[in-house]
């Protein structure tokens, strides 16, 4: 008889796939007094890439707008390439949707305060995302009907 194998859980890559900033008011924006209102999406989504290994995604979306004025638009998607192995099928789609997107997220937050920054604002600092939440809801929505992507507002 033969053992059953111990899980495998590890980070093979952490990367951007994409990267943009937008500031379709610029320059008049940096003349403007008023400030900003911050609206943030996040997504996540994940696709088994070979055997055993899965690319998580992480879209975060943040954008600075006064009324109908856009002062920016900032989106970050921030990908890990994540080995997994041994897992039981109920117990990987936790490990996606939550471990993961929590490893990925301070890469992501930190890409949008670099890439804000250097747009000539102030740099965003998002809060904490509490991505086991966000995934019950997901999953007590599905119930109810299919939810692909995942949004949150700040």
């Keep these: 008889m033969s ?8 980070i093979e890559k952490i990367y951007i796939k994409d990267l943009s900033l937008e500031l379709p008011g610029a320059p008049q924006v940096f003349l403007q007094s008023a400030q900003p209102q911050l609206e943030v999406q996040i ?5 088994g890439v070979a055997e055993g290994l ?5 879209t975060v979306t943040v954008a600075a707008k006064s009324g109908e004025k856009t002062f920016f ?13 041994n897992v039981p099928a109920p117990e990987l789609d ?10 990925l997220f301070p890469y992501a937050r930190e890409a949008i305060a670099d890439v804000v920054g250097r747009g000539g604002f102030p740099p965003v600092h ?3 995302v509490n991505f086991e939440a ?6 007590a929505a599905a119930e109810t009907q299919p939810a692909p992507r995942i949004e949150i507002a700040h």
């Design 3 to 10: 053992e059953p194998q111990q899980p495998v859980f590890s």
């Design 43 to 47: 997504a996540n989504a994940a696709n």
């Design 54 to 58: 899965y690319e998580v995604a992480l």
């Design 73 to 85: 638009l900032a989106e970050v998607v921030q990908c890990g390439l994540f080995q997994i192995r």
């Design 94 to 103: 936790p490990v996606l949707g939550i471990a993961c997107p929590n490893i």
């Design 126 to 128: 998002l809060a904490p």
């Design 134 to 139: 966000i995934y019950q809801q997901r999953h």
